[in-house]
């Protein structure tokens, strides 16, 4: 059973940057693809940032392209997302997932989250 673990979160004035973390136990990271979503206060779950099992593919929604980056590190079995330039708006809940499809079926696994909240 894999369990995630996001750390780094913060407050940040705007402008501002910070990196969150996501370490994962209990099995290896190749073959699940890792993604950032976040949730602000009343509304729904967005994803922010996704990348490959062997990180050669990265997408980000259009709200964060240019600000955010996505890496991750399967020896240490870690996920990072550099958030740059933060904006007010950014100030949510940030959640780590990872899935993978057994058969035809996704496995999802979720972390607890991090709170990310931007102002001055």
């Known amino acids: 059973q894999l369990q995630l673990v996001e750390s780094g979160g913060g407050l940040v004035q705007p402008g501002g940057s910070l990196k969150l973390s996501c370490a994962a136990s209990?099995?290896?990271?190749?073959?699940?693809?890792i993604g950032w979503f976040r949730q602000a206060p009343g509304k729904e779950r967005e994803g922010v940032s996704c990348i490959s099992g062997s990180a050669r593919n990265t997408y980000s929604a259009d709200s964060v392209k240019g600000r955010f980056f996505i890496s991750r590190d399967n020896a240490k079995r870690t996920a990072t997302l550099q958030m740059n330039s933060l904006k007010p708006e950014d100030t949510a809940i940030y959640y780590c997932n990872a899935v993978r499809i057994e058969g035809v079926t996704p496995v999802n696994y979720w972390g607890q989250g991090t709170q990310v909240t931007v102002s001055s």
């Open positions: 209990g099995s290896t990271l190749d073959y699940y693809y």
